[in-house]
């Protein structure tokens, strides 16, 4: 520990803001002061600390000073450049003074009235007669700040002696502020010292190892082979953080500084060359990631932990945290007090609920069944076929007369934001979630359900058996297990899938169960906030429930007593696409990364 000496004369000659070359260049001069005679003004590497003050703020940094003669001053002092890395950014208003302290001495340097900041244009040109007579350890670094290239808006790549390449075929931000980053880049072997992303004050060193490599057989046979920089994996996808602030994903950069990126080789030459930041946002973006996204057998951890998982979290958290306009219209009039609600998501097949409701029509016709008060709420999850479900809507009112109501979104939030709305506006004691592609066995089936919650307070969600139309299971109830391709993640699988069911055993509990058909107790389900939303479209947020119902102390379990049949997955009216089968893998990379602890648990038991 030290204490500052009191502060000797001292003056600023020039000083100016450097942002590509990331802080403040400062000439002036150090008065000896109180030193002893022949004592160093500054002691050899010793620390100094330069704070930059203005009316509102005080920055602060260890500097980089190199000191030269100043004739001018006759021994009692010595001339100095210097560079304050800008981490703090540039202050609000004008400079007021500068405070120099090292260890031996302190200076306090008051900002002429009449001296002005100089450009960054100007700087390396005011500065040039000083720095060739600079002395010590920091000059060289000094110098090498002078000369930093100026960004002027073009790419300068092509002037560093040799041939170099950085390519970005997309630039997405993401609303954590991160920047996404998907091109190629070629070099030599060995002459590259350093790639930056700049932007302002921000500068951030690129490391590709820490991104996902990709093949690029397009960039080998062209380019590659015309420059004699044959690399197969010259592709890549990188996730720099925090290049702007959080915030929408309104894509571009919103009036900011464009970012570029900024390439210095071994023999100190710099390049640089803008980044023009696209405009995608919320699920085009995500879509555009998952179709870019095609991890090697037994590679997906990297990928996902490094850039998409983050990236797509991001892009999700956005997308749910804005808010949905719900349409709700009620055929026939609801119930005044109803036992159970069922909340059945609609998307692509919204024909389903002409078939589901004229299945249980027919049963309680013929059955002759006193059903309790059943709330039937519908969630349009399709916004283009809005006309087209309210008419078909209409219709099977007619036919079945059936009460029920439709929930019609103006954006598509996907299964778990579909259930979550309609369990928002649910009033039944128990909650159903239902795919519109489950049809019921028998009439009582939602009774049965909300019978075994009643009986056992422990339960905390109870699933029915889902049998294929031809008569094998399709669900008794899921566990998990290992996939090797795919990073060793934990996947739900449904145990004797496709076999003909055994006697039922009654109340069976499971790992988990799926939200085909899945009931709770609504103030439960309000309670665990019902489905995580960050899990897009479809897959693991039944599983995710279910883990976070165990976390409880809550069994969930199988009434193999409860049948219905599940042509599953047509309610989605599902997509081989490329993207979808990433999406997938998102979900699994999510549900793993988060009960990967309770998952080994289980699994070691």
Known sequence: A???P????GGIDIVGAHPSAGGWLIAGWLGRGALPPGAPLLAPD??????????????????????????????????????VPGTAGQPAGPLQRLDVV??????????????????????????????????????????????????????????????VFFEVDEAMRLPSGDLVLIGWHLARPGSVREIRLCRGWRRHRIRLEDGVGIERPDVRDTVGRECGLVNLRCGFMLRIPRVFAAGPDQGGTGGEPVPYIEIEM??????QRPVEVGSRSGFDAI????????????EADAPYDRVVGPAIASLQARRTGQPVSVRRQDFGPPPAEPAISLVVPLYGRVDFLDFQLGIAAAQMLQGRHRAPAIERLYVLDDPPRARTTEALAVQAHLRFALPFSLLSLDENRGFAGASNIGLAQARGTYVCFLNSDVFPGSADWAQRLAARLDADPSLGAVAARLLYEDGSIQHDGMRFARLPRIGAWRFPEHPAKGMRPAASRGLQPVP?????????????????????????????????LCMRLRGMGLAVAVDQDTVLFHLERQSQAGSAEHWRMQLTLFNAWRHERRWQRLLDRAEAA
Not at 127 to 138: C, E, I, K, T, Y
Request: glycine share 12%.
């Open 266 to 271: 071994v023999s100190g030459a710099i390049g």
């Open 46 to 83: 010793a620390a100094v600390l330069i704070a930059l003050r203005d009316a509102d703020a005080t920055r602060a940094a260890r500097a980089e000073i190199a000191l030269f003669p100043r004739e001018d001053l006759a021994g009692e002092g010595d001339g100095f450049v210097a560079f």
């Open 6 to 9: 009191e502060p000797s004369a």
């Open 102 to 163: 090292s260890e031996t001495a302190a200076w306090r340097l008051a900002m002429p009235p009449d001296l002005h900041p100089t450009e960054p244009a100007s700087l390396a040109a005011a500065l040039q007669p000083l720095v060739g007579r600079l002395g010590g350890g920091a000059a060289a670094a000094i110098r090498r700040h002078v000369a930093h290239p100026v960004p002027g808006g073009g790419n300068t790549l092509g002037q560093l002696g040799e041939p």
């Open 287 to 298: 879509r555009f990631l998952l179709d870019r996204t095609d991890p090697a057998f037994g």
């Open 512 to 544: 988990a169960a799926t939200g085909a058909c899945l009931m709770l107790r609504r103030e439960l389900a309000l309670a665990v906030g019902g489905f995580d939303e960050a899990y897009p479209v479809g897959d693991f947020e039944d599983a995710d």
């Open 2 to 4: 030290w204490a500052a």
